[in-house]
């Protein structure tokens, strides 16, 4: 079974920085394009960062210029470098993966982790 669990979450103020991680493990081939999406109270999960195994990013608007996602392929590790923080920011935020479960596989299956909660306050 292939698991996502997050790190790094927490409590800050306005203008601060976090870096939240994001470990897959379990049995499969390989992972694929890795995200950070945010759920604030009240709104609908929304993406933040996407990244692909070759290294290809997006990012909302919201965020652009101020998050940064990066991976380390060989630790099947996602990260998302959050500066400039805003109150609006606050959320909790989950890591998504893709993966293919074994060589030669034509489908892809998709993963969450449990959730990471970032608070920033004004």
């Known amino acids: 079974q292939v698991q996502l669990v997050e790190s790094g979450g927490g409590l800050v103020q306005a203008g601060g920085s976090l870096r939240l991680s994001c470990v897959a493990s379990?049995?499969?081939?390989?992972?694929?394009?890795m995200g950070w999406y945010r759920q604030a109270p009240g709104k609908q999960r929304e993406l933040v960062a996407i990244?692909?195994?070759?290294?290809?990013?997006n990012y909302a608007a919201s965020v652009k210029g101020r998050f940064a996602i990066s991976r380390d392929n060989a630790k099947k590790t996602v990260y998302l470098q959050m500066n400039s923080l805003k109150p609006d920011d606050t959320a909790v935020y989950f890591c998504?993966?893709?993966?293919?479960?074994?060589?030669?596989?034509?489908?892809?299956?998709?993963?969450w982790g449990q959730g990471t909660l970032v608070t920033v306050s004004s």
């Open positions: 998504n993966g893709h993966y293919s479960p074994y060589s030669g596989s034509r489908r892809q299956l998709e993963v």
């Open positions: 990244i692909t195994s070759g290294g290809t990013t």
């Open positions: 379990g049995s499969m081939f390989s992972i694929n394009d």
